[in-house]
């Protein structure tokens, strides 16, 4: 048995050529853009000469330490690769595989110090890494950490934007209606054992801008939003009476129907024409 195979992974220097098959499949490539962004070299000790390091090239990215390197080609960029609930500071997962057949993830990631990478992969992967899948590789070049801290400054600014409180009256959209300490207390009771339900108690799915409706005499706040990824089996319409303080709402949720704050009757019907005309195109 000959050396490259019984290292396994891990490949030797000078068995890279009968491994790695020479050049990279042409399946998964960064373009020149991502390999600008987020290509190079990366260390747990940029200092240091001997440190782990992390190189990320158009076709392949190689983890190396000491004189043994494991590679993962046919890169592929994946920046929704956490869904609706990626960590904060994750920038892009470049997706690779090892001989072909060992799933390797290299997690860009940024803080308040600049770029770096984590790696995930499948259990193989992992453990022919060992403590090295566990640290962080930081990146090497100046510009890119320049880069990397001033957008993390701007995604905290417009997080903090996104979360400052609304003047009563001025919320133009069901997301910045939300933020109204007076709605926001009016709404979260009449929600009562619903407020667990994030998507509602957050209205931060799909929506439309707040309309106004005139019902039985009464002028109300029409908000119309549903849960992201769910909109024809989650849904909502509700009609705000700000000067009143009252909120009344009617939920679709799981194939069943909930009514919000005991709205008298012209209003219980304007607010099934409502989510009928809102969520089921009027029919």
Known sequence: ?????????????????????????????????LLKLYGGRYAVDCADVRSPIVRVEAAQAMV??????????????AHSYFGQSAPPGFLVALLGQVQGRHEMVFLVQADGRGQYIGIDGDKTVM?????????????????????????MRQEQQARTAAAAPVAS??????????????????????????VSQAWLAQMNGPAVDLKQEQVAGTAYQL??????????????????DAPQGRVYGFVHMKGGNTVLGSPPGPVMAELNRLWRREWRQGK
């Open 1 to 33: 048995m000959n050396r490259c195979i019984r290292s396994m992974l891990w490949v030797i220097a000078g068995c890279l050529g009968s491994l790695a098959g020479g050049a990279a499949s042409a399946q998964g490539r960064l373009d020149a853009e």
């Open 64 to 77: 190396e330490q000491g004189g043994r390197r494991l590679t993962a080609q046919s890169l592929q960029a």
């Open 127 to 151: 453990a022919q890494l060992g403590a090295l899948g566990k640290v962080q590789f930081r990146s090497c070049d100046a510009a890119i950490n320049q880069r990397a801290v001033a957008q």
């Open 169 to 194: 009256g001025s919320a133009k959209h069901p997301s910045e209606l939300i933020r109204d300490a007076r709605f926001k207390a009016v709404y979260r009771r009449a929600l009562g054992p619903l």
């Open 223 to 240: 908000v119309a939003f549903c849960k992201a990824h769910d909109c024809g089996d989650n849904n909502a319409v509700l009609l705000y």
